[in-house]
């Protein structure tokens, strides 16, 4: 099942792909496991929910559209999705004049998962807020690093490849990156 399988877990997802290009519960299953992860990506990096819809809901049609042409020797199927959405991301900042919000806004606060406890709801929205504000002091490619490692799951190797960096560029930005949340954080 789809809910026990971490989008960490390279081999089943490719298969998966593979599958999804002739088996409709094979698409759906892919789109149940990375939808939330590729909207929560994007959500934070653009600040903007119809901008975050519009991008997400284009990434899965151009998926769905190329879903033959993935290839698992280049790429796992998280780093290929990724590479949509945030080309996708690219093409909506240029084609509109969107402008990326400069500081998050105050009651801003991505989708929470179903399993948060309700006691826990305050204290969580206080060091997210805290995080979001960090984030945005770093550099885009420290932030992105960081968001795919920690809300994306991906290895350094995937990362590498979605950014076009060594694995161990991506320790060593990872490294530095944490440093300088930390810094900011105290």
Known sequence: MAECVSVRDTLYWNRVAEAAVTQEKAFAQLYDAFFPVIYRRLLAKSCNIEL???AVSRAFVKMYEHLGAF???KASFATWLVCI???EMKMLYRGKSYARAEDWPEDFQPPAPAEE???NCALRREKQAE?????TQLPMKEQQILQMTY????SAVQIGEALSMTPDAVWKNLSRARKKLLEILR
Do not use: R, V
Not at 151 to 154: A, C, I, R, S, Y
């Open 151 to 154: 809300w994306l799951d991906m």
């Open 71 to 73: 290839d698992a020797g």
């Open 52 to 54: 975050t819809e519009e």
């Open 117 to 119: 406890e309700p006691e």
């Open 85 to 87: 959405a945030d080309n």
């Open 131 to 135: 995080l979001k504000a960090a984030l």
